[in-house]
């Protein structure tokens, strides 16, 4: 002990001798400027400044220089070398590859004093401050409405990982990408997940060290993006002027403890119970798994003498699976392994004094793999396996690569008379493809390969867009005015895999094409097994598809400062799609100054959804199991015969409608902001459940669609709060609470004439009102000395109830079985939450070791261990998910 604190006061005095620099940034008419991002020359050290304008940063390197940049001003630089005090007024300006706050068309608009709530999340900071090494699971712990647990037995959710704003949709929120639109997905969530029957976008497929910021507006944005923002919109603020090379190596690894004595609960063999029976691991018992290495580079230079830049990232992140206690039909329940190496690049280059050039892009590499629903013995009751290939059963390993690559290239220009001109082109493709491994196709008997290629899926996009925007100072106290049209081109692609991944062969091992005159293989039980890769069922010809179709869009955007304490705001946009056919939203915002210290805002927006390309084409015949037997289902596409005949309508957009309304408090280092919603969604597109089709001769027994099938009413409150105290020069504790408190409620089932029970039944409820905890809570403590900075979070979860797999083994028909099975049925995981604790050093001016540890005290949600939950395992992937404790290193450079 006595060491301890020898090296503890050691560390703590090199600390307190590190330099600190203090001061105000202001604009040259002496007006504080809230949100200047500071970074030392040559690091990734960087603050932004408060409200007031105020700023302080500890000084790393030994001649420091600091970059002072904001969002429509010049950037510049100032040394401050044996100095502890820097006051800077910035003047006007484009800023070279800059972009707009998200929300906003002007570039005189911060985060901080706009009309609807933002938060502005550091990722590259708590990426390295937190060990968390996607964006995904960075976001959920940062940001109060942003909501992603991994999955585990849903397929493509494995290994793309679901998430979600204010509880909508992972498919109701835009992200874009330097204010640019980013493509989506091309996994359309179908099995055992949330977010069943919507697409999103992958943010884990944009490394986090390409990342400067990430904007979350947390407001409708339909008026002024176009389809997806209901929810909100995520703009995620490529790394620009960092000069030189900046990186590091993460490692971490999480406990197996996840106590309990399950087995001795259940009466059965339980698997993966405290890292012990572990038998689909070659390397048997461990104490802790999912060992996850992160190495990640930085280098950015300088193009030009007038502010142009080059800025390079390169990631490397390798994941173990983790295994966590299952039956012995779900022995490999737990997160997938991921292989995957990431590009990025941004840049800039003037072209003259009024005109630049941008391009910036990547492309990203994913090979992932995760376990499916455990195989028997092969049996009577379990045809699906072969004998003399799995004599003792088997677990299918469902592994994927996903490409994704993304281009984005335009000119900036100012014309002659005062207009910002931006003309761009954005590409995109995400292609996702299934190779299913440690398998058969049990209709072939010992003839069938063990490994398939089950093809695939692929989305592209291109838009095209022209945007015109000025800002008149000596209009009242400031207008700007925006305007511009976007083009953009879809294309969605199904293409089959090998033939034995999704055929049924006959007794002379041929595929079936013609059942009246071929006899099916008949096992050694006398059962006819079905035919297709077991895990996941390989794409057929007839699944194949290749639909396009386009949209153009018109928008104008004014912000009128009527004064200096009150802002209003308004946007229209009309778009129009091949497919569907036009809408038209609009968006009004204001802002009110009632005090110095405090503000109040408000809006009210309508907004849309198009259908995605996937969730009209979408389909596949795959083996579920109900009731014990396997059942094939049909995945009928929108515009197929078995939908119409089922009266399933052509989907059609989802209309909402968005009321925001708030107040900001500052008073000295203490600042508030509370911000109320409401969202209205009509026509949300789900995906209905199982449907008996026995009789129509579409090759299954049941079918299932997607279809404008509910209205939803989602109510909340955000609330954040923030305080820094400082010590001294050299020392400052800052705190803050981050909360959203959110509702949605299903207020009507457009099931039509068809059985609700059966359209869109308590389970699938369930599942779509689960999106979100009733509430996330976040505190954070962080302690800066110099050259020392220690980070203690808490996420507090609430209470989540959903209804487990009984639903679907035995439907309800009518309210009075469904009452009865709510009594069973229905899980319940108590109210929890998390505990990360991380503690760094600069070491040298090159050097910054941090250690560290998220959900140190290894909590769990509270298990409802009985064999029925939806994905297999002890418990469902909600509030925290199912990996437990992380311990990690990380060691940090710059040159």
Known sequence: MRHLILLFVTVYSLALNAQNISGIVTDNTNTPLIGVSIIEKGTTNGVITDIDGAYSINITTKSPILIFSYTGHKSIERSVEGISELNVVLEEGILLGEVQVVGSRSYNRSATNSPVAIDVIEVANLANSTGRVEVNQILQFNAPSFNATKQSGSDGADHVDPASLRGLGPDQTLVLINGKRRHQSSLVNIFGTRGRGNTGTDLNAIPAAAIKRIEILRDGASAQYGSDAIAGVINVVLKDKTPGLSGGVTYGAYSTAVGGDYAEKSGEDIYNVNGKNRSLDPDGDKSYDGNTTRVDLNYGISLGDKGGFANFTAEYLTKDRTLRPGYSWRKGYGSAAVDQFQFFVNSAMPLGDKSELYIFGGRGNRDTGAFAFSRSEPSEDEPRSVPSLYPNGFTPRITSNIIDNSFTGGIRHELSNGWQADFSHSYGLNDFHYLIKNTNNASLGSASPTEFDAGGHNLAMNVTGLNFSKYYKRIASGLNLAFGTEYRTE?????????????????????????????????????????????????????????????????????????????????????????????????????????????????????????????????????????????????????????????????????????????????????????????????????????????????????????????????????????????????????????????????????????????????????????????????????????????????????????????????????????????????????????????????????????????????????????????????????????????????????
């Open 491 to 895: 294309n969605f692609q199904i293409y089959a895999g090998e033939v034995g991944s999704y055929a049924t062969y006959d007794i002379n091992g041929l595929p079936i094409t013609n059942p009246a005159i071929q006899t099916p293989f008949v096992n050694q039980f006398g059962i006819e097994p079905g035919g297709g890769s077991q895990g996941f069922p390989g794409y057929s010809p007839a699944n194949a598809v290749d639909k396009s179709r386009s949209n153009i869009g018109f928008y104008g955007d004014a912000e009128l400062n009527i004064t200096n304490k009150f802002l209003l705001s308004g946007a229209l946009r009309y778009e129009n799609y091949s497919d569907f056919g036009n809408t038209l939203n609009y968006k009004l915002a204001s802002r009110y100054n009632i005090f110095d210290d405090l503000a109040i805002r408000a809006s009210v927006s309508s907004g849309f959804r198009a259908p995605s390309l996937a969730q009209i084409h979408y389909n596949l015949i795959f083996t579920n199991i109900i009731a014990g037997r396997s059942l094939q289902t049909l995945l009928a596409s929108n515009t197929s015969t078995v939908a119409k005949a089922f009266g399933i309508n052509r989907l059609q957009e989802e209309k909402a409608n968005n009321f925001s309304a708030g107040l900001t408090y500052k008073k000295g280092n203490f600042t508030a902001t509370i911000d109320g919603y409401m969202i209205d969604v009509k026509d949300r597109i789900i995906l209905t459940d199982v449907f008996d089709v026995s009789t129509l001769n579409v090759g299954a027994e049941a079918a299932q669609f997607f279809a404008n099938g509910v209205d939803t009413k989602t109510t909340g409150v955000d609330i954040i709060l923030n305080y820094k105290h400082y010590l001294n020069k050299k020392s400052n504790i800052s705190g803050g609470i981050a909360a959203n408190f959110n509702n949605t409620e299903i207020i009507n089932i457009n099931a039509g004439t068809l059985n609700p029970f059966t359209f869109f039944g308590p389970f699938s409820q369930a599942y779509l009102q689960a999106a979100a905890p009733d509430y996330k809570v976040g505190a954070n403590v962080i302690f800066q000395a110099g050259r020392f900075e220690a980070m203690l979070v808490y996420t507090q979860f609430s209470q989540v109830q959903i209804q487990d797999f009984q639903w679907v083994d035995s439907p309800a028909t009518n309210q009075s079985e469904a009452d009865e099975l709510y009594k069973v049925a229905t899980d319940t995981y108590a109210a929890s939450g998390t505990l990360d604790l991380s503690a760094s050093f600069a070491v040298s001016d090159r050097f910054k070791v941090t250690l560290g540890g998220n959900n140190i005290l290894n909590k769990y949600p509270t298990p409802q261990f009985d064999g029925w939950t939806d994905q297999g395992g002890f418990n469902d992937s909600v509030q925290m998910g199912s990996d437990g404790r992380y311990l990690f290193a990380r060691l940090g450079f710059n040159f």
